[in-house]
DNA sequence: TTCAAATGTCTCAAAAATGAGAAATATTTT
DNA sequence: AAAATATTTCTCATTTTTGAGACATTTGAA
């Protein structure tokens, strides 16, 4: 079974990437505990943020990591990515709004650096598949990252809308995004 | 010049659309006010929600009746509510994710009503572009929904990464959006 | 069952956010 | 420049959120 602290953490991840700074009592009740025991786990705000953090930095970090090394073939290993991120759900879409916009105030100044050496990596990846003309030059990396972090969160909210079956997301995801990246091999269908 | 009640409102829906509960102090600072001149527009949160929604609505609304007349080509119809959507930037963004998801907490019931109307007719649009064959019948209506919504962050997204100059993010954002869900016409380039 | 750890309940005090009055300033209008 | 209006400053009371102590209750392992 999950550990308290984990449902905890969980729990925080979605509620404040709804609603950065809802307070503690949502984010108890969305564990299913009460604001007393997490205020037992997490002496406060800050100190659950930071768990967050480290908890989302992690289990990214290290899917990303799997994903790049499931292939060599760059175009699989940007596919394994976007799953990788999907399946990192609101853990990857909060981390990934948080280094977008440093929040209009608080938060624990994100160290981001463990972050960046994926960052790193997957622009390479993404640069080279336009160098070898595999997909279209006419984006820039830069955009191209930002669609990518924007179809994690178009999954999340497909499966949070009720509308979008849980068996066509990532088939749709994968559909969508290699498209909008302008690829120009064809993907299976 | 802009009137300082419609300051603060348009500082509110950007602001609330990073951090629902932001408190007015920073919704105040960021439309450079005093927080006492914010209160003495709205005379609490919920009244500054309430003129959010108002303002949102009543700007999207106009402009995605707007976009839908400019054209009886329903690619060229969905075109044009694209760039009406970038163009009511967070305003379309925030909507949106209110209507999606009703937050964990308080605001005033969305009435949503006025907005059901274009959004009837978003998906008239993209179901005749599927009947017709002019876009992948592959992908739900409802997927694609969410991927437009999901567009419109990303170029609020980009923007506000400073990576992506001002003047492409359109033409990607168009060149993006079409490819993902699944065109089959040559967009110019 | 029995003990220990974890969690819930109730309570309370400190801190932060909210909303507003009153007077001082600044801005616009005439 | 005077009057009218709008905004700021400072202040204060109220409410909400936060963090924690003390003790009851539950749960799980021995």
């Known amino acids: 079974m999950e550990t308290t602290q984990q449902k905890i953490i969980d ?3 979605e509620v404040f990437n709804v609603d950065l700074s809802a307070n503690l009592e949502v984010v108890a009740d969305h564990a299913q505990v009460t604001r007393r025991t997490l205020h037992r786990y997490f002496k406060d705000r800050a100190q659950l943020m930071e768990a967050c953090q480290t908890e989302m930095q992690g289990k ?4 990303m990591m799997a994903a790049i090394k499931s ?3 760059p175009l699989a290993q940007l596919e394994q ?5 999907i399946d990192c759900g609101s853990k990857y ?3 990934d709004k948080l280094q977008q916009h440093p929040p209009y105030r608080q938060m624990p100044d994100t160290p981001e650096g463990e972050f960046d050496e994926i960052k790193k990596q997957w622009f390479a990846i993404v640069t080279g598949l336009q160098k070898t003309g595999i997909i279209s030059a006419e984006l820039t990396p830069a955009w191209i990252f930002v669609l990518f972090g924007g179809m994690v969160t178009t999954t999340i909210n497909a499966l949070g809308s009720g509308n ?8 749709f995801a994968l559909f ?3 498209r ?3 690829i120009h091999t064809n993907t299976n269908e």
């Not at 990214?60 to 899917?63: E, I, K, Q, T, Y």
């Not at 990515?81 to 991120?85: C, F, P, V």
């Not at 979008?164 to 997301?169: K, L, S, T, Y």
């Open 93 to 95: 879409a909060f981390l």
């Open 81 to 85: 990515m976007l799953y990788a991120g």
């Open 176 to 178: 969508s995004f290699s």
């Open 60 to 63: 990214c970090r290290s899917a």
């Open 71 to 73: 292939s060599t073939d």
């Open 180 to 182: 909008s990246i302008g």
């Open 11 to 13: 729990a925080a991840i």
């Open 164 to 171: 979008v079956a849980r068996n066509d997301i990532k088939r």
